[in-house]
């Protein structure tokens, strides 16, 4: 079973920024595609950033891109997202999320395993 935790949410004043982690564990990490995602209250869960197995592709949201960075340490078994230049809309609820798989992906139902999440509340 693959264990996803999440780290790294606070309240946090607009045009600051947050680095978010998760940990993973129960399996291989760098078999594992990484995804993070994020949902707002009355909202639908939306992609944030995905990254591959081995952390040399990317794919971001437009509403992120320029703005947030996420990266990998297959050696620390850990995912993050930097997120700078935040914006009172970026506040959600962020979690990660795994599939077994090198590629990476935009679609959160081919993601097999995900975390509890993390808060992040940015203040105008």
């Known amino acids: 079973q693959v264990h996803l935790v999440e780290s790294g949410g606070g309240l946090v004043q607009a045009g600051g920024s947050l680095k978010l982690s998760c940990a993973v564990s129960?399996?291989?990490?760098?078999?594992?595609?990484m995804g993070w995602f994020r949902q707002a209250p009355g909202k639908e869960r939306e992609l944030v950033a995905a990254i591959n197995a081995s952390g040399r592709s990317t794919s971001y949201a437009d509403s992120v891109k320029g703005r947030f960075t996420i990266t990998r340490d297959n050696a620390k078994n850990t995912v993050y997202l930097q997120m700078n230049s935040l914006k009172p809309e970026d506040t959600a609820a962020y979690c990660c999320a795994a599939r077994p798989y090198d590629m990476l992906s935009t679609r959160m139902s081919s993601y097999d395993y995900w975390g509890q999440g993390t808060q992040v509340t940015v203040s105008s």
């Open positions: 129960g399996r291989t990490f760098s078999t594992l595609a």
